[in-house]
């Protein structure tokens, strides 16, 4: 028995040993493969580049160089090629291939290490932020009944109405965003900003804290259907828009006026591959600098795009494609900025952790209807989503990823189509093509504020069977700092002014 227990030994030793070579040996052959796979991407790149040279080489009448060792036929076909082509000749049919779409045929599976980084300490940072404002939204009972009645106090009085687009202009407000401030400012001006977009083609940064139209960014090709700002330098700001001829556009806002700056274009980029590929959302990381600027914009196709702006170049950096046949309706960027909420057209909700580049999770409900507006509460705990469907808002738990309740919105409300949580993540505010409510955090049937009734399309036998709420945001930094200061905002397609409560 001892003989045999030895032979057993040395043969598990053996085997340990074999087993131990193997990995060694697969550890090397994987990285080879990982670094032979750099390089036949790193040659594509280059040869695309190369093919591109050439064809705007040939295109502006050059010729080619013939080859030395075919006998001067290879000069023959290039001269063939460099034909001049006739006034007369109709154009070519053959589409041109863009930045975007040779950046695809890459393998953009990956967001770079740089910007990964960068992202992380924001992360770092925005993560304290959040921690104390977690803390912050621990109320007692008579702190809860105190600033109910005191939000109900500043929002129930007279409204403001704001014209931002142009008079002749089709009226409708498609969207409407809160411009933030970087975190990596400290006390960089009091003003606050919104930026909209509409029918006008047209995005329109609003102060309103001045109550002064700060710029007007044009250029689109299409409605504006999704917007984004943060205030990068005290005399900077960065606004992103999405539009629906599928361009996605990086502008560079200067905030204060009179000043030598002007707004500039700092790049546009085609969202897909150009085939009716739409924004559904636009988003200017916290990270981005004037420096270097990151978008993150969902696609309608399904995918997560990643644009960076840097060295004067506004790129796409990072694709992620989900499963063949989800297709992206709204999208939401988490306030730690390394977590990507999008709504499909199915009524599910993908978890995205850019950390990783991967689906965290999937959640399943709102009776397979489209989810048409995403919301994700200051303190990081609550996602809310609405859809165009019958269905009530659903409140999702982002710690334990599945549904904590629902809510049923009155009759006087209309279809939900925006929705937004107040900077202290106390309160949520959801809008329809009637009227915005505004109710308490995890006693979600509690109504504290109800906002008048909003203009809604046209009349007739031109009116919209399904108005659509453009959006609804908040400002002020919460009842418990700056005085008690706290406004929201709200517009609605087919209607021209923006209505504000709250602001004198």
Known sequence: I???????????????????????ELSSALYQNDAAVRVVVRLVRERDEARGALEEFLA?????????????????????????VEEDAPPSSKKPRSNNDAAIAEDLSKIPQDTLNTMTSTWEILSKNRRTIAKKSKRSKEQIAEQD???????????????????????????????STSCHLNGVGGDEYIVSGGHDKQAIV????????????????????????????????????????????????????????????????????????VPVSVVVHFSSTVESATVIVG??????????????????????????????????????????????TTGKLLIYDLKTQAVAGTLEGHDGSPINCISVSENGYHVATSSSGDSPIHIWDL????????????????????????????????????STKVCVVKDWDRVVSSLSKTKTGSKGNNAQAAPTCGGVVWGGKGLEEDGGKVWIAAGCDGEKPIRFWGVE
Not at 300 to 311: A, R
Request: aromatic share 6%; glycine share 14%.
């Open 299 to 344: 696609g309608s196709d399904g995918s997560v795009n990643v644009f960076k702006f840097s060295e004067s170049r506004f790129k796409l950096i990072t694709y992620l494609k989900s499963e063949d046949g989800i297709n992206f309706s709204s999208g939401c960027i988490h306030p730690d900025g390394l977590i990507y909420a999008a709504g499909t």
């Open 60 to 84: 502006k009448g050059g010729v080619a160089p013939p080859a030395a060792t075919d006998g001067g036929e290879g000069a023959k076909r290039n001269e063939k090629r460099a034909a001049p």
């Open 399 to 434: 710690r334990k990823l599945k549904l904590s309740a629902t809510i049923t919105p009155p009759s006087d409300v209309g279809t939900v189509a925006s929705l937004a949580f107040d900077p202290m993540g106390l309160y949520l505010a959801y809008s329809g093509e009637e």
């Open 149 to 179: 009645k005191l939000l109900a106090e500043k929002l129930n009085g007279e409204e403001k109405k704001v014209n931002l687009g142009k008079s002749t202009a089709k009226a409708g407000v498609l969207c409407v965003a809160k411009i």
């Open 206 to 277: 609003y102060n309103v804290t001045s109550g002064q139209i700060v710029a007007t960014l044009s250029g689109a090709g299409g409605d504006v259907t999704a917007v984004s700002g943060m205030v990068v330098t005290d005399k900077i700001m960065l606004v992103g828009t999405g539009s629906s001829d599928g361009l996605v556009r990086l502008y560079s806002v200067p905030i204060a006026s009179g000043g030598d700056d002007e707004v500039q274009l700092l790049g546009s980029e085609q969202l897909g591959k150009g085939e009716g590929v």
């Open 2 to 24: 001892s003989t045999e227990f030895d032979t057993v030994l040395l043969e598990l030793y053996d085997t340990r040993k074999s087993l131990e070579e193997t990995r060694r």
